[in-house]
């Protein structure tokens, strides 16, 4: 059983920062897939970043287009942590955002929520223009 326990959400203007941390117990998270998404009110859950387990093309990192070269999902393994660092945040960011997380055996892709077995009860993340 992994549980996932994210924090750092708040209320920022845009153009502000964030960092949101992911804390996972269980075994060392550097072998989990694990994974950031976002929900807004009325929308689907939606990807936002993933980073590939150490036995698998571990660090590799994969983002969606609309966070692309703002945000960046990093690990630090030995405080089983993933963070997501927020930059130029827009109102179109608001949402909750939730950490995600995968054991082995390793799947083709980690872009989708049923990608992922464990979830955060995630942390708010609200943007005012």
């Known amino acids: 059983q992994v549980q996932l326990v994210e924090s750092g959400g708040g209320l920022v203007q845009a153009g502000d920062s964030l960092r949101l941390s992911c804390a996972a117990s269980?075994?060392?998270?550097?072998?989990?897939?694990m994974g950031w998404f976002r929900q807004a009110p009325g929308k689907e859950r939606e990807f936002v970043a993933t980073?590939?387990?150490?036995?698998?093309?571990?660090?590799?990192?994969y983002y969606a287009n609309s966070v692309k070269g703002r945000f960046t999902i990093s690990r630090d393994s030995a405080k089983n942590t993933v963070f997501l660092q927020m930059n130029n945040l827009k109102p179109e960011d608001t949402a909750v955002y939730f950490c995600?997380?995968?054991?082995?055996?390793?799947?083709?892709?980690?872009?989708?929520?049923?990608?992922?077995?464990?979830w955060g009860q995630g942390t708010q993340v609200t943007v005012s223009s």
């Open positions: 980073i590939r387990p150490s036995g698998w093309n571990g660090g590799v990192t």
């Open positions: 995600a997380a995968d054991l082995p055996p390793y799947r083709s892709t980690y872009s989708r929520p049923r990608d992922y077995a464990y």
């Open positions: 269980g075994r060392t998270s550097s072998t989990y897939a």
